[in-house]
């Protein structure tokens, strides 16, 4: 079984500062990235020793430059930097390559109190839904495995977005590091959570057959932007309609139509 896995940060064990999720503030984030790092690659060796062949892992945080490859086990192979195409985090994965996806690192949706830097896809939105679920980036990405028909097994991240992970895949694995309180987080010790990683990811493709994505028949997203004007100019969108001056609308039957207008309306 070939693996795909997702990496974000702001999931990762222990975070809990913008400072600790970029680059320019390199004294507050390195420590960060090593764990981001270490939780991938335990990720990794669970995948391995559950019989994994070939993983890709995206690095899919800001720059898509930090996890560092050189930690990764040799069968991984990673996609860093943005290719620019609609699938985004999920860049790299297609339909009858892969068999398991899994995500780590990943953090709440846009309003949520599950984490002090909860967020969807940006920081220019009060909210996303989609048929009226508030969406996470994970919920998004599942959909597009889902897509794809390659199940969704393993999730790492708060606490808040794993019980939402197993409402929708009642037998994901879940690995739960983080838990958001005001502007805290309250997280299990590091070492801790690359242990249970790597166990979660071995359980997690071992039954990864049983971890399908339902998918809906149809899809209709309101996107809420903060700032009327924004929410003005990305409804010019084809098919894209304003409500209450910051609700921009869209339904679409075909997911990946969905993923065209994310990459045009909710991108930075």
């Given at each position: 079984m070939n693996v795909f896995i997702s990496a974000d940060i702001?999931?990762?064990?222990?975070?809990?500062?913008?400072?600790?999720?970029?680059?320019?503030?390199?004294?507050?984030?390195?420590?960060?990235?090593?764990?981001?790092?270490r939780e991938v690659n335990a990720a990794c060796l669970g995948a391995v020793a559950a019989g994994a062949g070939d993983i890709l892992v995206k690095d899919a945080h800001d720059s898509a430059r930090n996890v560092d490859p050189a930690a990764l086990p040799k069968a991984a192979r990673i996609l860093r930097g943005w290719t620019g195409d609609p699938l985004s985090m999920m860049s790299g994965l297609d339909s009858g390559t892969f068999g398991a996806v899994l995500f780590t690192g990943y953090h709440a949706w846009a309003a949520c109190p599950g984490n002090p830097l909860s967020h969807t896809m940006n920081l220019g939105n009060d909210s996303v839904t989609i048929?009226?679920?508030?969406?996470?980036?994970?919920?998004?990405?599942?959909?597009?495995?889902?897509?794809?028909?390659?199940?969704?097994?393993?999730?790492?991240?708060?606490?808040?977005?794993?019980?939402?992970?197993?409402?929708?895949?009642?037998?994901?694995?879940?690995?739960?590091?983080?838990?958001?309180?005001?502007?805290?987080?309250?997280?299990?010790?590091?070492?801790?959570?690359?242990?249970?990683?790597?166990?979660?990811?071995?359980?997690?493709?071992?039954?990864?057959?049983?971890?399908?994505v339902p998918m809906p028949e149809r899809f209709e997203s309101v996107i809420r932007?903060?700032?009327?004007?924004?929410?003005?100019?990305?409804?010019?969108?084809?098919?894209?309609?304003?409500?209450?001056?910051?609700?921009?609308?869209?339904?679409?039957?075909?997911?990946?139509?969905?993923?065209?207008?994310?990459?045009?309306?909710?991108?930075?």
């Open positions: 702001e999931g990762t064990c222990g975070i809990t500062s913008w400072a600790e999720t970029e680059r320019a503030t390199m004294d507050d984030y390195r420590p960060f990235q090593q764990q981001m790092t048929n009226g679920v508030r969406a996470s980036e994970f919920l998004i990405n599942a959909y597009t495995a889902g897509y794809y028909k390659v199940p969704v097994c393993f999730l790492s991240g708060d606490e808040d977005l794993c019980a939402f992970a197993r409402e929708l895949i009642p037998e994901i694995v879940t690995v739960p590091v983080n838990r958001g309180i005001g502007g805290g987080v309250v997280s299990i010790h590091p070492d801790v959570a690359v242990e249970r990683i790597q166990a979660g990811a071995k359980e997690a493709v071992k039954k990864a057959a049983r971890c399908a932007f903060r700032e009327h004007k924004t929410a003005f100019s990305k409804s010019f969108y084809p098919g894209a309609r304003l409500e209450d001056g910051k609700d921009v609308c869209f339904e679409t039957g075909d997911w990946y139509e969905m993923l065209r207008y994310f990459h045009f309306v909710l991108s930075d």
